[in-house]
């Protein structure tokens, strides 16, 4: 997407890696949903190599890469699935980056919400329990309750908007709440607000 001006920067990380992943299709669709609110641009993960600390000193270029475009964005949308009861490697592996080497973290006072879609009853409840601990313990500022969306056939539609018009209302609600969010909080937010 293009950045329109004025409108705060969003950073979209999807962690999945997977190519047809319904959670990336679901943080399209929260695009979709904040478009004239917020413009949103997808941080790639996927080609992260793992943290070493080792590395520290002379960082990938691709962790230096995807720490200046959270260090950029106004805010940060996670939609993450479940694995095993917590988040996937790849997004723990980028928020490693993100936060190292120490004093240098990209989370620190970061307005984020995080969501997550899975097919199961709970809609990842438990990953987005433990992102929101390792987020909080490296000092973003969350969105307060609790986005569970169950996977069903019909939330996505052909045209990639939210097909269910309950969940599309429950999912705007907390759209509209980031977004103001943001603008409260996001310095470059402020700065267009005031110009």
């Given at each position: 997407m293009t950045a329109q001006a004025g409108?705060?920067?969003?950073?979209?990380?999807?962690g999945s890696n997977r190519r047809d992943s319904i959670n990336r299709k679901l943080a399209r669709a929260l695009a979709r949903l904040g478009a004239g609110r917020f413009e949103a641009t997808f941080a790639?993960?996927?080609?992260?190599?793992?943290?070493?600390?080792?590395?520290?000193?002379?960082?990938?270029?691709?962790?230096?890469?995807?720490?200046?475009?959270?260090a950029r964005a106004d805010g940060v949308l996670f939609v993450t699935p479940e694995h095993d009861r917590s988040i996937p490697a790849a997004l723990k592996n980028?928020?490693?980056?993100?936060?190292r080497p120490y004093g240098t973290s990209v989370w620190a006072d970061k307005p984020a919400f995080i969501t997550g879609t899975s097919p199961g009853a709970i809609?990842?409840?438990?990953?987005?329990?433990?992102?929101?601990?390792?987020?909080?313990?490296?000092?973003?500022?969350?969105?307060?309750?609790?986005?569970?969306?169950?996977?069903?056939?019909?939330?996505?539609?052909?045209?990639?908007a939210i097909g269910d018009?309950?969940?599309?209302?429950f999912l705007q609600g907390f759209v509209d709440?980031?977004?103001?969010?943001?603008?409260?909080?996001?310095p470059t937010a402020k700065q267009a607000a005031a110009a």
């Open positions: 409108l705060p920067q969003i950073a979209v990380i999807v790639r993960i996927d080609d992260l190599p793992m943290f070493n600390q080792d590395n520290e000193g002379n960082l990938p270029a691709e962790a230096v890469r995807f720490k200046q475009e959270i980028a928020i490693d980056w993100g936060a809609g990842s409840a438990l990953a987005q329990q433990h992102l929101r601990n390792i987020l909080v313990s490296l000092g973003a500022t969350l969105l307060g309750g609790d986005a569970y969306v169950t996977f069903k056939p019909n939330l996505i539609d052909e045209h990639g018009a309950s969940t599309a209302k709440r980031f977004a103001t969010l943001v603008e409260r909080l996001a």
